[in-house]
């Protein structure tokens, strides 16, 4: 038996009672992911992307793990949230506009010294504090770096449309506008380098892809680790005082972590292993979300149809984005069709083996976006489901 087939094996006894669809987090997967993510971090402190969780009681339970410190939210209202919930340190890794939600924050003492918001612009300082509607408190600020590369005098540019600053010089003057205007602290820097830490280098299939990804990525983090570095230099001298330097994400964790002037890492699909992260040559994790839909029609030999499962991932729209057919192996989508809104026919031989009722076990392309299908994930250890918890939307939360 195969450890595919074995694993398929156990999430069927532990779920023989349930009737699919059906979210399962393999937590003896999940938990090796964790370790595997603190032994690449090499002594410096995982910072858990909470937009690839989505859960809050798998939050509580990675943190409680050595290694793991603070949160990255993804959006205001999500940030307030968990720091209501007793999560001391979340940043905010995106820029926001929630005006109510910056009032919020601003009124109440406990959310401002728990929660830092991410800037890259004068505007977003201008906007915060228009939106204080009278609180006083003293908002934690971080400031975000363009990580992207760029290459043939600037004509070339691999890297997410992000920060507008780029520069030790941008950097520097918007910290030193932080510095100079009441009411706020400028605490940390971030430096998400997405072309690096979210690109696979290792496609089958695609030997000469492969390569030039591996080419550009290795070019990427030389000329990042010095940009980086004159950065932080740059901000330090104005404000002495920051206290952390995020960088990296679950396909960089080793690199940006051997960079002195990062002091913490963030990662979190990691810990799902979606089947984006099949694709590196530095890591391998095991596959600890997915998800289960029912056989419901059997039109013919070597196809089965199964209820539903048209999860389409975010992002730049292709059939890398598509969940995809893992358990029982063999399985492929009817290219006609694809995977659909209320049924999803399923080719391969292995289709002759289904019954009606019988569970197909799917990944999603990406981490967190599962559980806003679902509003409770299965804890299975072994061949037990050991708990059930909500997601976020089980406890009622769509933040995006």
């Known amino acids: ?51 690839s969780v989505r859960c809050r009681a798998l939050l509580e339970r990675v943190l409680a793990r050595p290694g793991f410190a603070g949160i990255m939210s993804f959006t205001l209202a999500e ?12 940043l905010l890794a995106y820029p926001s506009a929630d005006r109510s939600a910056y009032a919020e924050l601003a009124a109440d003492p406990k959310l401002a010294a728990a929660v830092t918001v991410m800037v890259d612009d004068q ?10 509607a009278g609180g006083g408190e003293e908002i934690r600020v971080a400031l975000e770096l363009d990580t992207s590369l760029r290459m043939l005098g600037g004509r070339v540019r691999i890297g997410a449309l992000r920060s507008p600053l780029r520069t030790p010089d941008q950097l520097a003057e918007l910290a030193r506008s932080v510095d100079r205007r009441p009411g706020f602290r400028l605490v940390g820097l971030m430096a998400y380098e997405g072309h690096v830490a979210g690109v ?3 496609v089958a299939g695609r030997p000469l892809r492969s390569r030039a990804v591996r080419l550009m990525q290795a070019a990427a983090r030389r000329e990042l680790a010095v940009r980086r570095a004159e950065v932080v230099r740059a901000v330090r001298a104005v404000a002495p005082g920051l206290e952390f ?12 972590a051997a960079e002195a002037a990062v002091t913490e ?4 699909s990691g810990l799902y292993a979606p089947r984006l992260f099949d694709n590196y040559t530095s890591f391998t994790a095991r596959p600890a979300a997915l998800f289960a839909q029912p056989v419901v029609r059997r039109p013919g030999v070597g196809v089965v149809t199964v209820l539903g499962g048209g999860y389409p991932a975010s992002g730049a729209a292709g059939t890398d984005r598509l969940p995809v057919p893992y358990l029982p192996e063999g399985l492929r989508y009817d290219p006609q069709e694809g995977p659909g809104e209320v049924q999803t026919p399923l080719l ?4 002759d083996d289904l019954l009606i009722g019988d569970k197909v076990w799917f990944r999603h392309a990406k981490a967190g976006e599962l559980c806003e ?18 997601t976020y939307r089980g406890e009622g939360l769509t933040f995006l």
């Open 1 to 51: 038996m195969t450890v595919r087939a074995a694993d398929r094996s156990r999430y069927d006894r532990a779920t023989a009672h349930l009737d699919a669809p059906v979210a399962v987090v393999d937590l003896d997967a999940f938990d090796a992911n964790a370790e595997d993510l603190v032994r690449r971090a090499g002594g410096k402190p995982v910072r858990v992307a909470s937009k």
């Open 79 to 90: 940030s307030l949230w968990l720091a209501r919930a007793g999560f001391d340190d979340v």
């Open 123 to 132: 505007a977003q300082l201008d906007l915060i504090d228009a939106a204080r």
């Open 200 to 202: 696979g280098d290792s």
């Open 245 to 256: 330097v995020n960088g990296g994400g679950t396909g960089s964790v080793q690199h940006t």
């Open 265 to 268: 890492i963030a990662a979190g």
């Open 348 to 351: 391969g031989t292995a289709a």
């Open 373 to 390: 299908r679902f509003d409770e994930l299965r804890l299975i250890e072994g061949d037990r489901i050991t708990a059930t918890v909500p």
